[in-house]
C-alpha cells in the first residue's frame, strides 16, 4: 500500500463522505438490503461488517460474492463492495453505492490509481453515518493484516488508524506474533508469516527443544531476551527461511507490530487479520456474530489455533515437493479431513515464494474442491473453470 498526500486523504474522506450519503438514502428506501461482494477476503469483510452494522437497524441483509460482477446486476439495486468502480458502472450505472477496489487520487499535476481496503472505507461510511461503535475498531483495522499483507513503516495510513482507534504502533519490530507477555515459544507457534518450516505450527516438545538447544529459555517473551539471545534466535530463523533469498529473509523478520489492549488482553493485529481470514473461510457467521455483539474475537482466534498445524504441514509438503506451479492448470491440490483454510495458506505459500501464479485446492471426499477466495487469482484463467464450477455444500468452497 503507498503512502496518501494529505490532499488524498482529503479527497478520499470526501468519497466516502459522498459513499455514506448514498448508503444512507439506499437503507431508508430498500426493503431488503442486498450486498454484492468481490471474492477476496477484505472485501468480504467488509460485507460482513456493512451487514451486522445494517442489520441493526433495518434487520435482513443478503450478502452474495463472485469473483466479478455477472450481468444479471444490471437489474440489481444494492450494495456492491470491492469491485472496480469503472468496470461495474458499466453494468450498473450510479444509482447504488459502491465501495470501490481502486480510487483516482492526485493533485493536479498527477492522477494515480491507489488501492484501496474496503474495510477502511466502510468503517470511515459506518462512522459518518453514527453507525459504527468505538469497541469495533480495532478488529475492523486488522484488515490492514488481511490477505498476508502488512502495511508499509511510514505509511500515513498508520498515523489515521492511530487517531481513530487507541491502537499502539511500533513501525519496526520483529516478525513474530507476539505480545509483552506471550512466550516466545507460543510466538513462533503462531507465527505462519514468515513460514519457519522448523518451528511454525510444531508441536511444543520440538519447539522448546529447538530453542533450548540456542540456550535460550522457551518460557520468556522476545521482549525480555537479551542482546546475544536475539543474535543466535535471528540466525536461526534466517536459516529457516533458507528457502528464501538471503536479503529478502532478513526483511520478512521486520514489519510493523500494531497491537490493541482491551482490559487485559492485549492482542496483536497481526494475529486478529489472519483470525479473519481463516474465519472467513470457515465460519463468516462468527465475524458478524462479533460485530453484532454476540461473540468474542477470540472465537475467530480459536479457528485459526485449530487450523495452525494443518496449514503448516500442508506448507512444509509443497516446501519438501519444491514445486512451482506455472502453466498447466495452475492448482496444488492437498489432501484434507474436512474444509480448511486453503487461501490462507495458499497466502502465504505464495508470499514466501513456495508456489507462483497458482491456487490451493484440497481433495475431499473423492471431489476436488477450493475456496472462492482462491479463484480471483486465476485471472483470465477463471474461464477455464467457469463451465465445470458449482458450489459445494461447504460455504464458501466450490467443486472445480
Known sequence: MRGYHLSEIKQFKEAMKQFSERLSEYIGK??????????DTISFHASVLLASIISE??????????????????????????FNGKDLRSKIGNRSPIIESTLSLGS????????LNPVLQATAALGNISL??????????????????????????????QAEAPIKVNKKAFSLIQTSSRSLLDSLFHTIDPFFPGFSGKDSSSIESRLRSLGIDPSVPFSRLGEEEIKRL????????????????????????LSFQQGEREYDLKEVGEALDVSLELG????????????????MLAMRVNNLAWASEALRKILAEKREIEGG?????????????LHYAGNVARKMGLINNGILACSLDGKRITSIFELPILGERLEEFSSK????????FVYI
Open 30 to 39: 430498500a426493503e431488503e438490503i442486498e450486498i454484492f461482494s468481490h471474492a
Open 57 to 82: 437497524r433495518k434487520g435482513k441483509v443478503k450478502i452474495s460474492i463472485f469473483p466479478r460482477p455477472p450481468d444479471s446486476l444490471k437489474e440489481k439495486d444494492a450494495i456492491f463492495v470491492g
Open 108 to 115: 493536479k499535476d498527477s492522477v494515480q490509481v491507489a488501492q
Open 132 to 161: 459504527l461503535s468505538d469497541g469495533r475498531l480495532f478488529v475492523a483495522y486488522s484488515s490492514l493484516f488481511q490477505e498476508m499483507n502488512v502495511v508499509g513503516e511510514e505509511d500515513p495510513i498508520l498515523s489515521i488508524v
Open 234 to 257: 535471528v540466525e536461526a530463523l534466517v536459516s529457516e527461511l533458507s528457502y528464501r533469498d538471503g536479503k529478502q529473509a532478513k526483511r520478512d523478520l521486520i514489519r510493523p507490530y
Open 284 to 299: 463468516p457467521g462468527s465475524l458478524f456474530s462479533y460485530y453484532s455483539g454476540e461473540s468474542p474475537v477470540e472465537a
Open 329 to 341: 492448470e495452475g492448482i496444488f491440490e492437498i489432501a484434507c479431513d474436512s474444509p480448511r483454510p
Open 389 to 396: 464450477m458449482k458450489a459445494s455444500p461447504h460455504f464458501p
